[in-house]
């Protein structure tokens, strides 16, 4: 597992990007403290160093109680002070960071100064909130069209209405499906996928995060998971026929009154019979400026509208009318 040597800020001087390794500020000289955030540039590479490796695998280091210098794992004195190592000495915390979660620079807050972002940084957030904006714009200025309404004074100019009764025929049908039903007659049968399934094939390692050793350097976690692979699962498939209700056939009825009426149905056989049926009512109105507008209100409210009556209509953006002002 790979291993990459850290950095840590100093937070006496503001020095920043010290290597790991390093247990004193080289600019000030002040200990590295105890609790100092190590963080793993980008551009970091591995350590191929055989010294460094060993050091870095050793443990994580030690604070003396005494001067508070961080000393290595493997030391029983220490080297600043030279101070015995006690039993219970506080130990750099070991860090878990899950993959992407790294930390990346430091957050030395008693920099007074803190890099500012570089302009392209700057350009692209104001490109991300522009576009956002654009985007919230277009949303609430597509829901106004339809929410947002104006009241016009209209005038009734006329009506009409529409009534429909589907007529259903008993015939012989072609379907398929993965069963034939009761009353089918089977005509041809082929295999086809019908669904898929997953199959383990083993088991990979694969990179997923970083754990900071407490002594400057991080190791690339490993972990497993199972592999697989996705397998059709193939089913007989059926054409057959059969005998269902199907609509042969729309009788119609329309008006421009108020006299609605259901179309009259004849049924040629013991084979047909009726369906569904459909209504709609249709009022429509003129404005001062000539503009027609109509509305499909329910029949009981349709019946009491008549010829030449103003009334205040509601109107979206889009100029449809969407009710009456009570």
């Given at each position: 597992?790979?291993i990459?040597e850290?950095?840590?800020?100093?937070?006496?001087?503001?020095?920043?990007g010290?290597?790991?390794?390093?247990?004193?500020?080289?600019?000030?000289?002040?200990?590295?403290?105890?609790?100092?955030?190590?963080?793993?540039?980008?551009?970091?590479?591995?350590?191929?160093?055989?010294?460094?490796?060993?050091?870095?695998?050793?443990?994580?280091?030690?604070?003396?109680?005494?001067?508070?210098?961080?000393?290595?794992?493997?030391?029983?004195?220490?080297?600043?002070?030279?101070?015995?190592?006690?039993?219970?000495?506080?130990?750099?915390?070991?860090?878990?960071?899950?993959?992407g979660?790294?930390?990346?620079?430091?957050?030395?807050?008693?920099?007074?100064?803190?890099?500012?972002?570089?302009?392209?940084?700057?350009?692209?957030?104001n490109?991300?909130?522009?576009?956002?904006?654009?985007?919230?714009?277009l949303?609430?200025?597509?829901?106004?069209?339809?929410?947002?309404?104006?009241?016009?004074?209209?005038?009734?100019?006329?009506?009409?209405w529409?009534?429909?009764?589907?007529?259903e025929?008993?015939?012989?049908?072609?379907?398929?499906?993965?069963?034939?039903p009761a009353?089918?007659?089977?005509?041809?049968?082929?295999?086809?996928?019908?669904?898929?399934?997953r199959?383990?094939?083993?088991?990979?390692?694969?990179?997923?995060?970083?754990?900071d050793?407490?002594n400057?350097?991080?190791?690339?976690?490993?972990c497993?998971?199972?592999?697989?692979?996705?397998?059709?699962?193939?089913?007989?498939?059926?054409?057959?026929?059969?005998?269902?209700?199907?609509?042969?056939?729309?009788?119609?009825?329309?008006?421009?009154?108020?006299?609605?009426?259901?179309?009259?149905?004849?049924?040629?056989?013991?084979?047909?019979?009726?369906?569904?049926?459909?209504?709609?009512?249709?009022?429509?109105?003129?404005?001062?400026?000539?503009?027609?507008?109509?509305?499909?209100p329910?029949?009981?409210?349709?019946q009491?509208?008549?010829?030449?009556?103003?009334?205040?209509?509601?109107?979206?953006?889009?100029?449809?009318?969407?009710?009456?002002?009570?």
């Open positions: 597992m790979a990459r850290g950095r840590w800020d100093c937070i006496r001087c503001g020095t920043k010290i290597f790991g390794r390093s247990k004193v500020c080289p600019n000030c000289q002040s200990p590295r403290p105890e609790g100092v955030k190590f963080y793993l540039p980008e551009d970091a590479v591995e350590v191929t160093d055989a010294e460094q490796l060993k050091q870095a695998q050793a443990g994580a280091d030690w604070i003396c109680a005494f001067c508070g210098a961080s000393n290595e794992a493997g030391r029983a004195i220490c080297k600043q002070c030279n101070a015995p190592r006690e039993p219970d000495s506080t130990q750099q915390q070991v860090k878990d960071y899950a993959l979660a790294t930390p990346t620079s430091g957050d030395n807050s008693d920099d007074p100064l803190p890099p500012p972002l570089p302009p392209k940084s700057k350009k692209t957030r490109l991300i909130i522009s576009a956002i904006a654009f985007v919230f714009s949303c609430v200025g597509f829901c106004s069209l339809f929410l947002i309404t104006k009241e016009v004074t209209a005038t009734i100019t006329g009506f009409s529409e009534r429909t009764i589907a007529v025929a008993y015939r012989t049908v072609t379907e398929s499906g993965w069963s034939v009353g089918g007659r089977k005509i041809s049968e082929h295999l086809e996928k019908y669904d898929t399934r199959i383990k094939t083993g088991t990979e390692t694969y990179a997923c995060g970083q754990r050793l407490g400057g350097h991080f190791q690339e976690k490993r497993t998971r199972d592999t697989y692979r996705e397998e059709p699962i193939y089913k007989t498939k059926y054409t057959y026929e059969i005998e269902r209700w199907v609509t042969d056939h729309t009788e119609r009825a329309t008006g421009k009154d108020h006299k609605p009426y259901w179309p009259r149905v004849s049924l040629a056989s013991q084979k047909q019979r009726e369906g569904g049926r459909t209504e709609t009512y249709t009022v429509y109105f003129k404005d001062a400026k000539q503009k027609t507008y109509n509305l499909n329910s029949l009981s409210a349709w009491t509208y008549e010829i030449g009556e103003k009334h205040e209509i509601k109107v979206n953006m889009l100029g449809d009318a969407t009710g009456i002002v009570k």
